[in-house]
């Protein structure tokens, strides 16, 4: 049988360049990490380059490998069979990572959309709870027996104003001043009280010092 080296060409393809290929996903592909539904960020592979840099690498090996085999005879035996065989394992190797590459960008991918999902609910909420009420004037002073309106205000976490919110008015002393339903207060005795105007279990106060009238 003729004894004739194996080309150089294709010892590079199923020796050298799955060598340097390294199988790139499980080298550059990361999945999401452990406990990543509770982590408000994480870091991970969405990009398939890696697994498809593989498949291709596989795919080449193979054909490269198919291709000695079927001309096995032009060779030596001993060194064709090692050869053919590394290039099966090299292809078997790229195939593996490939899909293991495959399925931690799936992973990643999932992983991210539920992030973006909870970021979105958490949005969602802050814009539609009241975070702050604020009444105004915060600090004044009346005479006794007069009437002043007070305005309360509730916002979001964002800084957005609710446009029609339900105020709950109450008084620290009803003696000294009455606040109405609709935060109209009414001046009865000289001293110093703190209406309070609750949204959804969110207070703003109001500071009112009334004097006796001269």
């Not at 054909?63 to 065989?85: M, P, R, V």
């Not at 027996?145 to 919110?165: C, D, H, P, W």
Request: hydrophobic share 45%; glycine share 8%; with cysteine.
């Amino acid at each position: 049988m003729q004894r004739t080296r194996m080309p150089s060409a294709f010892v590079v393809v199923t020796l050298v360049i799955p060598f340097l290929g390294g199988a790139c996903s499980v080298l550059f592909t990361h999945g999401p990490p452990a406990g990543n539904a509770s982590m408000a960020e994480f870091r991970c592979t969405t990009n398939p380059t890696a697994p498809i840099v593989d498949v291709a690498l596989a795919t080449l090996n193979m054909g490269a490998t198919i291709s000695s085999a079927a001309k096995d005879g032009d060779y030596d035996l001993h060194e064709s069979d090692q050869t053919i065989a590394s290039g099966f394992v090299w292809t078997t190797i790229l195939g593996v990572s490939a899909a293991i590459g495959f399925e931690k960008v799936g992973k990643c991918a999932a992983a991210k959309r539920s992030l973006a999902q909870r970021q979105a609910q958490a949005m969602g909420a802050t814009e539609s709870a009241v975070q702050k009420v604020a009444v105004t004037p915060a600090v004044d002073t009346l005479p006794v027996g007069t009437r002043m309106q007070l305005v309360a205000r509730a916002f979001n976490g964002r800084g957005g104003e609710f446009i029609s919110k339900t105020f709950r008015w109450s008084s620290s002393n009803e003696a000294v001043v009455a606040v109405s339903e609709f935060g109209v207060v009414t001046a009865r005795t000289a001293g110093t009280v703190l209406i309070a105007a609750n949204a959804d279990n969110v207070v703003g106060t109001a500071s009112v010092v009334v004097v006796t009238a001269r």
